[in-house]
């Protein structure tokens, strides 16, 4: 059974520093890409990093310059390096990641139950 655990959460003030981890586990042959969402109350889930297995990222627009995304393939990891945080950065963070496994089988994404982050003096 495939799972991915995220850790790294918390509180922090404005301007702080938090890294976010998140491990796959499972029988798993590949991921790609592996990722990053966010969602608070009465809105939708929206992504705010990617990375694929190259190390190609993409980012929301109001992380760039501010979130740093990375991953461990060897492990199975992806981490969230956020700085420079603001209010606006509080939500629950997901982790997600497209996993095919090693019995032959499409790949199929999977969800971390998520980590709170709130930002607040």
């Known amino acids: 059974q495939m799972q991915l655990v995220e850790s790294g959460g918390g509180l922090v003030q404005p301007g702080g520093s938090l890294r976010l981890s998140c491990a796959a586990s499972?029988?798993?042959?590949?991921?790609?890409?592996m990722g990053w969402y966010r969602q608070v109350p009465g809105k939708q889930r929206e992504l705010v990093a990617i990375i694929t297995s190259g190390g190609t990222t993409n980012y929301a627009d109001s992380v760039k310059g501010r979130f740093t995304i990375s991953r461990d393939n060897v492990n199975n990891t992806v981490y969230l390096q956020m700085n420079s945080l603001k209010p606006e950065d509080t939500a629950v963070y997901y982790c997600?990641?497209?996993?095919?496994?090693?019995?032959?089988?499409?790949?199929?994404?999977?969800w971390g139950r998520g980590t709170q982050v709130t930002v607040s003096s």
């Open positions: 499972g029988s798993i042959w590949k991921i790609n890409p």
């Open positions: 997600n990641a497209a996993i095919w496994p090693l019995t032959p089988a499409p790949k199929y994404d999977y």
